[in-house]
T-cell receptor, first 116, second 112 residues
């Protein structure tokens, strides 16, 4: 069965600290997609990144970076030099290619609080 | 501007009443989804629709109903049969087979 685990329920850091949000997934498929979404206090989910299972290259976008390791079934997200505006709930999600629904399986989210 | 709209932002109902949540998109996306979010939990899929006039149950469809008469609209009705309807409801749409889903701003429903 598919499953996404975000073991960190809440993380609190001080501005300018680096922070890593962990995501571990389970799937039997060889082809799948992983996503990260940000949910600010307003409630809307904002898409951050999609990664397919054949592309293990790490990705960097500004202060954001993602580390995908199939060997450990992890897709971790690092924010460098955190800012107060990064405060939000972050969700990791999994989707299997070929499924009729392209359903997203979400983790329970990590609440990140960045203190000034 | 293209996007997904959900109205209203906040909705209050008395127990025993049906209520319909609106979801509209002008992105020309074929697939649309409804999720429910409870405090401290991830999103759970209620219903989804891959194409007009077709929809399927998700993981927690009991007590909910939907329709998809138009490509741009996917309303969700929370019926009186839903035992714990108070939650945050998010609508999403997806442009292609493997693309990410894009979400609306959500409707927070409170039933007392």
């Amino acid at each position: 069965a598919q499953k996404v685990t975000q073991a960190q329920t809440e993380i609190s850091v001080v501005e300018k600290e680096d922070v890593t949000l962990d995501c571990v997934y389970e799937t039997r498929d060889t082809t799948y997609y992983l996503f990260w979404y940000k949910q600010p206090p307003s409630g809307e989910l904002v898409f951050l990144i999609r990664r397919n299972s054949f592309d293990e290259q790490n990705e960097i976008s500004g202060r954001y970076s993602w580390n995908f390791q199939k060997s450990t079934s992890s897709f971790n997200f690092t924010i460098t030099a955190s800012q107060v505006v990064d405060s939000a709930v972050y969700f990791c999600a999994l989707s299997e290619k070929g499924g009729a629904t392209n359903k997203l399986i979400f983790g329970t989210g990590t609440l990140l609080a960045v203190q000034p | 501007d293209g996007g997904i709209t959900q109205s209203p932002k906040y909705l209050f109902r008395k127990e025993g009443q049906n209520v319909t949540l609106s979801c509209e998109q002008n992105l020309n996306h074929d697939a649309m989804y409804w999720y429910r979010q409870d405090p401290g939990q991830g999103l759970r899929l209620i219903y989804y629709s891959q194409i007009v006039n077709d929809f399927q149950k998700g993981d927690i469809a009991e007590g909910y109903s939907v329709s998809r008469e138009k490509k741009e609209s996917f309303p969700l009705t929370v019926t009186s049969a839903q035992k714990n309807p108070t939650a945050f409801y998010l609508c999403a749409s997806r442009p292609g087979e493997i693309d990410e889903q894009y979400f609306g701003p959500g409707t927070r429903l409170t039933v007392t």
